[in-house]
């Protein structure tokens, strides 16, 4: 099974700052990885897929980079709406089973 | 545009079932492959299983693997998913979840709002 680790665990920044998640797998995923965002008691949101392409109507401000084990989502200005837990994803090609990774609370500092 | 819709919270007791269904509305059933995942409070998301279409069967996390039955009413385009053995740890919110916009299921863009199962005595 790939295990994804996220870092950090939790981050505190401010409006305006740049965030900066990062997730690691433990054998290649190739570029077969997504980030999600969850706000408390809601479902997760799609954000990132195929590690750079935005979902549908997700802001420019978010951005996926990365391939093979290291993945990073950058937040260019955080906005106050952004203070979330966000979910690296990835699906493995056979058998085709998925895992998520801890999570990375971001919280206003 | 797609809607999935679960079934209301449960109560269950250590070593009972549970059974949670998500109502397809938007597209047919058929036209996706549905997956559960599942979250623990304060906890992170724990994929359950879901439909591969490449070779037309449901695949499980070795995890669940003997206890979770997932299932599809295509002709009410309902997905179910049913815990059995039910222990304290199994106390979670429950999503079905699945991917249209994303080739090859490889993300899920539309999920459900959720069934939070409670495993008590």
């Known amino acids: 099974e790939i295990v994804l680790t996220q870092s950090p665990a939790t981050l505190s920044l401010s409006p305006g700052e740049r965030a900066t998640l990062s997730c690691r797998a433990s054998q290649s995923v190739s570029s077969y990885l997504a980030w999600y965002q969850q706000k408390p008691g809601q479902a997760p949101r799609l954000l990132i897929y195929?590690?750079?392409n935005r979902a549908t109507g997700i802001p420019a401000r978010f951005s996926g980079s990365g391939s093979g084990t290291d993945f990073t989502l950058t937040i260019s200005s955080l906005e106050p709406e952004d203070f979330a837990v966000y979910y690296c994803q990835q699906r493995s090609n056979w058998p085709p089973l998925y895992t998520f990774g801890q999570g990375t609370k971001l919280e206003i500092k | 545009q797609v809607q999935l819709v679960q079934s209301g919270a449960e109560v269950k007791k250590p070593g009972a079932s549970v059974k949670v269904s998500c109502k397809v509305s938007g597209y047919t059933l058929t036209e996706l492959s549905m997956h559960w995942v599942r979250q623990a409070p304060g906890k992170g998301l724990e994929w359950m299983g879901g439909?591969?279409?490449?070779?037309?069967?449901?695949i499980y996390a070795q995890k669940f693997q003997g206890r979770v039955t997932m299932t599809e009413d295509t002709s009410t385009d309902t997905a179910y998913m049913e815990l059995s053995s039910l222990r304290s740890e199994d106390t979670a919110v429950y999503y079905c979840?699945?991917?249209?916009?994303?080739?090859?299921?490889?993300?899920?863009?539309?999920w459900g709002q959720g069934t939070m199962v409670t495993v008590s005595s």
């Open positions: 195929d590690a750079s």
């Open positions: 979840a699945t991917g249209i916009a994303v080739a090859g299921n490889r993300a899920f863009d539309i």
């Open positions: 439909f591969d279409p490449e070779d037309g069967e449901t």
